[in-house]
């Protein structure tokens, strides 16, 4: 495979599930990033990787939670979501963290909460 | 904080013919980079065509061009003979340049959705 993947493409969970988003990136890249897309936002970043450590959460929720094992995978992992946390689940990888680097995005994860 | 403004929600094109979409900008900072992105209907998000603030000539890709104003904080991206390919919703992004604060930000605009009419 190739870019950046992403892991379920759908998904639907209740209020009171447990679930996680897989990403991988086979692009050698250093910096992953978690986005939220909705309709009625513009695209909002969530969590930023540089070399495995985090080194940005924007005031998301406690229920979202990020895990970067190694610098080709990120992880999501949702517990107790809310109505208004479905959304596309976009993930991104760059060279590394600065700005001078493009972002490659994966296809996303369409996340229902019901 | 930046902020990244794209007044056009939507916008149409004829096939061959040229349209330009605008987005400006906000920030304090000197040392910056634009990005145009492309995420055509159910597919991933790409790069279109990138512009480092420190540099004057405008970026092009071959159909694709920036008009960069710098001191108007204006970043427009022309397409030149529109395909129906293009058909997509187009963002506008600005990342910071600084190495620790805001390192790995993006800050994007609402984006625009094109049409392209055959």
């Known amino acids: 495979e190739t870019g950046v993947t992403q892991t379920p493409r759908h998904l639907v969970m209740g209020m009171t599930n447990k679930k996680s988003l897989k990403c991988e990136q086979h692009?050698?890249?250093?910096?992953m990033y978690w986005y939220k897309q909705s309709a009625k936002k513009p695209l909002e970043l969530m969590f930023v990787?540089?070399?495995?450590?985090?080194?940005e959460n924007n005031s998301v929720p406690s229920r979202f939670s990020p895990e970067c094992p190694n610098s080709s995978h990120l992880f999501l992992h949702l517990h107790t979501l809310q109505p208004e946390d479905s959304a596309l689940y976009l993930c991104?990888?760059?060279?590394?963290?600065?700005?001078?680097?493009?972002?490659?995005f994966g296809p996303g994860t369409r996340l229902t909460v019901t | 904080a930046q902020t990244v403004t794209q007044s056009q929600p939507e916008m149409s094109v004829q096939e061959a013919e040229t349209v330009t979409l605008s987005c400006t900008y906000d920030t304090s900072e000197s040392d910056y980079y634009l990005f145009w992105y492309k995420q055509p209907p159910s597919r991933q998000m790409i790069l279109v065509i990138r512009?480092?603030?420190?540099?004057?000539q405008n970026a092009t890709e071959n159909r694709f061009s920036v008009n960069f104003q710098k001191a108007a904080k204006s970043f427009s991206l022309k397409i030149s003979d529109s395909q129906l390919g293009d058909a997509a919703m187009y963002f506008c992004a600005y990342r910071s340049a600084r190495v620790n604060t805001n390192a790995g930000k993006s800050t994007f605009g609402d984006g625009t959705t094109l049409t392209v009419k055959p």
């Open positions: 990787y540089n070399f495995k450590e985090q080194t």
């Open positions: 692009l050698g890249h250093n910096a």
């Open positions: 512009q480092e603030a420190y540099k004057q």
């Open positions: 991104a990888s760059s060279q590394d963290a600065r700005g001078s680097y493009e972002q490659y």
